[in-house]
């Protein structure tokens, strides 16, 4: 069956939207030679200049340029020197605002960690700037998994502890424990 790329109409909107909306939708990437796809488990919003977690909040820089463009396009930087992260651009063009892809399910195992999730599928930063809603390369699509809200978890964002109130906003989103469980059952 052929699924078709989320438009740009469905990233802009507010971050915080998108990023719970974003779980249960499918992270796709083509090399050419074969297609990944993985249902998207945990997602982190990160929501403009005030939000201190936010890459911008320092500005607008070489690295977060890509965040203060239009809804839809890729921003993939490094951490640590050696993981990449993946993230998907948000909100009006000048907002910086954008969802990291933290998770994904890919035939029943979980990938969980977002360096784990670009190694899987072979993301780098030659990846950066492009825009999802064409369908090459690297893309999202709804598949028609429905996740009733009750099953989206909602935490704090991880690793921002020097965002201060912050680090505290529940813009973390994760398909629930039981869900998680289910998964793993079928896959034993």
């Known amino acids: 069956m052929k699924f078709t790329p989320l438009p740009c109409e469905f990233f802009n909107r507010p971050t915080v939207t998108v990023a719970r909306s974003l779980v249960g939708k ?13 249902k998207i488990i945990e997602v982190e919003a990160y ?4 939000d201190k977690a936010c890459h911008a909040s320092k500005g607008r820089t070489a690295r977060t340029e890509v965040m203060f463009g239009p809804p839809g396009i890729s921003y993939v930087y490094l951490i640590y020197g050696m993981y990449h992260c993946l993230n998907v651009v948000t909100e009006r063009v000048d907002f910086p605002a954008a969802v ?6 890919v035939d029943g195992e979980l990938i969980d960690g977002p360096g784990r999730l670009c190694r899987a599928l072979a993301i780098d930063r030659s990846l950066n700037r492009i825009d999802m809603t064409l369908g090459s390369g690297l893309w999202f699509e ?19 502890d020097y965002a201060g109130e912050w680090a505290k906003k529940l813009w973390r989103f994760r398909l629930g424990m039981e869900r998680k469980r289910t998964i793993r059952r079928r896959k034993s």
Request: glycine share 16%; proline share 5%.
């Open 100 to 105: 990291l892809i933290r998770a994904m399910e």
């Open 26 to 38: 499918y992270v796709v990437r083509d090399q050419g030679a074969g297609m990944i796809a993985g």
């Open 47 to 50: 929501v403009g200049e005030k």
């Open 142 to 160: 709804d598949r028609g998994v429905r996740v009733p809200q009750g099953e989206i978890e909602r935490y704090p964002r991880i690793g921002v």
